[in-house]
């Protein structure tokens, strides 16, 4: 829900996504809505992207958008230094 931590976590997230990246994402969710750290989005083609917590926004949005180029059915940027698909 929009007024739960994590429902805030999750707009918050949307709002650092591309116009390309938002125009793929089926959903944004929070995994607890007494947290902000267990984002997770799903694509329109069913992948999910592990988002984590807020932390980094910008760096994993930068992040997400050069791994989507490549199709995957998991894409982590929980790290973005060190991102992870999994297919």
């Known amino acids: 829900a929009p007024g739960t931590v ?3 976590a999750a707009i918050a997230v ?3 996504l591309a116009t390309p ?3 793929q994402i089926a959903s944004v969710a929070s995994v607890s809505p007494t947290s902000d ?3 997770i989005l ?3 083609n069913s992948a999910t992207v592990l988002w984590g917590s807020q ?3 910008e760096l994993k949005a930068q992040v997400l958008q050069q791994l989507l180029r490549h199709r995957a059915k998991q894409y982590d940027v929980t790290a ?3 991102p992870v698909t999994r297919n």
Do not use: D, F, I, K
């Open 6 to 8: 994590g429902g805030r």
């Open 14 to 16: 949307w709002r650092q």
């Open 21 to 23: 990246v938002r125009a």
């Open 37 to 39: 750290s267990a984002v």
């Open 42 to 44: 799903t694509l329109r």
């Open 55 to 57: 932390e980094q926004s």
């Open 80 to 82: 973005p230094e060190v």
